[in-house]
């Protein structure tokens, strides 16, 4: 990661930008590793635990709704805690943020269940699902904007792609730690040992809170802020300016992002049902196919973004929608074949193309769009109004498809497909404004 980072850069600097790298970087992991753990609960446990008075399929269905419960309170955390990104400083929001994931977090591995505490229990779980996804709707927005603002600009894809690759080594830890406790006998595993992997996040949340304390606030945003004060211009709120200045930065930027939840949320959560619960495949295989998989996204993501920086953002962002576009049917062919050689292929090919292809370009594309005063807000409302809508019902919808269509995933691919369609004609579309903005 050091590589290249600023060589023009005093030994100072270079540390800064390393430490804020690290800081982001360690801050995606934590995110998604809870999102992804839930996700995994979602498909392999929740369901008994928290509703066990509905059908299998039915507490499938309901264990995604409160799946996506957590995206609904994405978009208000996006706009508070980027308005105080914007307004106060990135480090503070940032602070914040990973302060209140790894307290929700926690707090889930220490619910009572349904069979404790009755319908307390899914209650509780929906409470601490939102707080959750409060904190989580800023933290990604802040992480690409910290690491955007301190790399070099030639670098910003590369550097930003990190971040991408970290959701994904999230997924995969939160699936190993899956995969390990699934070797339990299954009383024990539903007894006491779901709630382990819940616990263990505490480690990461204490040292990226460790970091985040340690850094300084980004050189591009005091500047601004310095530029502010010397014109004698009046604090604004972000969000206003974001909407009155950029409307179709906006628009444009929430479209760009919908082929990438959808395939992400696929990937890491759906695609652990579907094997398990509609295929019939054992959870064991089914976790190992998905951890082997995300392997080769935390791989190519970096590279792909490297690439990003040499050919264009947009060029790169544009070819990994189409490649999930042509390749969902395929994918779902070879999951169909209950081998867990050709679907651990399967979700690989989709994990290091696919998902690499348009997590690559997306942090510096939406950094680009948007100038530095409302820059935090503008990656946060894009990203979280569409994870609102996308990310987090993608699984339900999935399931809704799969059984709408008899157990088969043809619905499931339609969708997937629709969803890259409007990311490419999204990226085409704004993709020249995404070299004009991105400065003061």
Same mark, same amino acid.
């Given at each position: 990661?050091?590589?290249?980072? *600023?060589?023009?850069?005093?030994?100072?600097?270079?540390?800064?930008?390393?430490?804020?790298?690290?800081?982001?970087?360690?801050?995606?992991?934590?995110?998604?590793?809870?999102?992804?753990?839930? %996700?995994?609960?979602?498909?392999?446990?929740?369901?008994?635990?928290?509703?066990?008075?509905?059908?299998?399929?039915?507490?499938?269905?309901?264990?995604?709704?409160?799946?996506?419960?957590?995206?609904?309170?994405?978009?208000?955390?996006?706009?508070?805690?980027?308005?105080?990104? +914007?307004?106060?400083?990135?480090?503070?929001?940032?602070?914040?943020?990973?302060?209140?994931?790894?307290?929700?977090?926690?707090?889930?591995?220490?619910?009572?269940?349904?069979?404790?505490?009755?319908?307390?229990?899914?209650?509780?779980?929906?409470?601490?699902?939102?707080?959750?996804?409060?904190?989580?709707?800023?933290?990604?927005?802040?992480?690409?904007?910290?690491?955007?603002?301190?790399?070099?600009?030639?670098?910003?894809?590369?550097?930003?792609?990190?971040?991408?690759?970290?959701?994904?080594?999230?997924?995969?830890?939160?699936?190993?730690?899956?995969?390990?406790?699934?070797?339990?006998?299954?009383?024990?595993?539903?007894?006491?040992?779901?709630?382990?992997?819940?616990?263990?996040?505490?480690?990461?949340?204490?040292?990226?809170?460790?970091?985040?304390?340690?850094?300084?606030?980004?050189?591009?945003?005091?500047?601004?802020?310095?530029?502010?004060?010397?014109?004698?211009?009046?604090?604004?709120?972000?969000? %206003?300016?974001?909407?009155?200045?950029?409307?179709?930065?906006?628009?444009?930027?929430?479209?760009?992002?919908?082929?990438?939840?959808?395939?992400?949320?696929?990937?890491?959560?759906?695609?652990?049902?579907?094997?398990?619960?509609?295929?019939?495949?054992?959870?064991?295989?089914?976790?190992?196919?998905?951890?082997?998989?995300?392997?080769?996204?935390?791989?190519?993501?970096?590279?792909?973004?490297?690439?990003? +920086?040499?050919?264009?953002?947009?060029?790169?962002?544009?070819?990994?929608?189409?490649?999930?576009?042509?390749?969902?049917?395929?994918?779902? *062919?070879?999951?169909?074949?209950?081998?867990?050689?050709?679907?651990?292929?399967?979700?690989?090919?989709?994990?290091?193309?696919?998902?690499?292809?348009?997590?690559?370009?997306?942090?510096?594309?939406?950094?680009?769009?948007?100038?530095?005063?409302?820059?935090?807000?503008?990656?946060?409302?894009?990203?979280?109004?569409?994870?609102?809508?996308?990310?987090?019902?993608?699984?339900?919808?999935?399931?809704?498809?799969?059984?709408?269509?008899?157990?088969?995933?043809?619905?499931?691919?339609?969708?997937?497909?629709? #969803? #890259?369609?409007?990311?490419?004609?999204?990226?085409?579309?704004?993709?020249?404004?995404?070299?004009?903005?991105?400065? +003061?």
């Amino acid at each position: 990661m050091s590589a290249s980072i *600023a060589i023009d850069k005093s030994p100072a600097e270079q540390a800064n930008i390393r430490r804020a790298v690290s800081a982001a970087t360690i801050g995606t992991v934590i995110e998604w590793f809870d999102y992804a753990l839930y %996700g995994a609960a979602a498909g392999l446990i929740i369901n008994k635990l928290f509703f066990p008075q509905f059908s299998a399929s039915a507490g499938v269905l309901a264990a995604f709704a409160t799946f996506a419960v957590g995206f609904f309170s994405r978009p208000l955390g996006g706009v508070l805690i980027s308005h105080m990104g +914007d307004r106060f400083g990135r480090k503070p929001a940032l602070i914040f943020t990973i302060a209140l994931m790894g307290a929700s977090t926690v707090a889930m591995g220490l619910l009572p269940t349904y069979d404790q505490i009755g319908i307390w229990a899914p209650v509780l779980l929906v409470l601490l699902r939102l707080l959750q996804g409060f904190g989580a709707g800023a933290e990604y927005a802040g992480a690409v904007t910290l690491v955007a603002e301190y790399v070099p600009p030639e670098r910003k894809a590369y550097y930003t792609a990190y971040l991408q690759a970290a959701t994904v080594v999230g997924i995969m830890l939160a699936t190993l730690m899956f995969l390990i406790v699934s070797y339990l006998p299954e009383e024990t595993l539903f007894g006491w040992a779901w709630r382990v992997p819940f616990l263990v996040s505490a480690l990461l949340f204490f040292v990226a809170l460790y970091i985040r304390k340690n850094l300084d606030e980004t050189p591009e945003y005091v500047a601004a802020m310095e530029r502010a004060a010397e014109k004698r211009v009046e604090a604004k709120v972000p969000l %206003g300016e974001l909407v009155r200045n950029s409307p179709r930065e906006l628009l444009f930027g929430f479209l760009s992002v919908t082929g990438h939840n959808a395939n992400a949320y696929i990937l890491s959560a759906f695609s652990l049902s579907y094997m398990t619960n509609t295929l019939g495949m054992s959870r064991t295989d089914s976790l190992t196919a998905v951890i082997i998989a995300t392997l080769t996204g935390i791989v190519m993501t970096p590279p792909l973004g490297a690439l990003a +920086d040499r050919i264009g953002h947009a060029k790169v962002y544009l070819f990994g929608a189409i490649f999930v576009f042509l390749y969902a049917f395929p994918m779902f *062919a070879l999951l169909d074949t209950k081998n867990v050689v050709l679907a651990t292929l399967a979700l690989s090919i989709g994990y290091g193309i696919g998902f690499g292809g348009l997590a690559a370009a997306q942090g510096a594309f939406l950094a680009n769009l948007f100038p530095t005063r409302y820059r935090f807000s503008g990656i946060a409302m894009t990203r979280e109004l569409n994870g609102m809508l996308i990310a987090g019902p993608t699984p339900f919808i999935a399931a809704a498809l799969v059984s709408a269509g008899g157990g088969k995933p043809t619905w499931v691919v339609a969708y997937l497909m629709v #969803c #890259c369609a409007v990311t490419a004609f999204a990226v085409i579309a704004i993709r020249a404004r995404s070299y004009e903005r991105g400065t +003061d």
